[in-house]
């Protein structure tokens, strides 16, 4: 098993930016991918970016890229989701997920075994 605490979610103004991380604990030997998640109210979740652990090769959804970083850290199994010019339609509940097990393909189509419990992030308009 794998467990995934997410931090970093707060208030901030149209423009601002943050920084969430993505601590893993348990098995975590086995991760190959991290990917970062969000769900606005009302609305299905959505993917925002992903990270392959072994290269560093990132994917992004159109709407964040540009504006947002996803990086990871092996060594300390944390992931991190860098936020900047956040708009309002940025805000929703920030969920991060874990590929545990070997995967080397399309980060499109990755399908992810573990989440996190969420963290939120509110862009006022």
């Known amino acids: 098993q794998v467990q995934l605490v997410e931090s970093g979610g707060g208030l901030v103004q149209a423009g601002g930016s943050l920084r969430l991380s993505c601590g893993a604990s348990?098995?975590?030997?086995?991760?190959?991918?991290m990917g970062w998640f969000r769900q606005a109210p009302g609305k299905e979740r959505e993917f925002v970016a992903a990270?392959?652990?072994?290269?560093?090769?990132?994917y992004y959804a159109d709407s964040v890229k540009g504006r947002f970083t996803i990086s990871g850290d092996n060594a300390k199994n944390t992931a991190y989701l860098q936020m900047n010019s956040l708009k309002p339609e940025d805000t929703a509940v920030y969920y991060c997920?874990?590929?545990?097990?070997?995967?080397?393909?399309?980060?499109?189509?990755?399908?992810?075994?573990?989440w996190g419990q969420g963290t939120q992030v509110t862009v006022p308009s």
């Open positions: 997920a874990a590929v545990a097990g070997y995967y080397d393909g399309d980060l499109r189509r990755a399908s992810y075994d573990f």
């Open positions: 348990g098995r975590t030997f086995g991760i190959s991918v």
């Open positions: 990270v392959k652990w072994r290269d560093d090769t990132t």
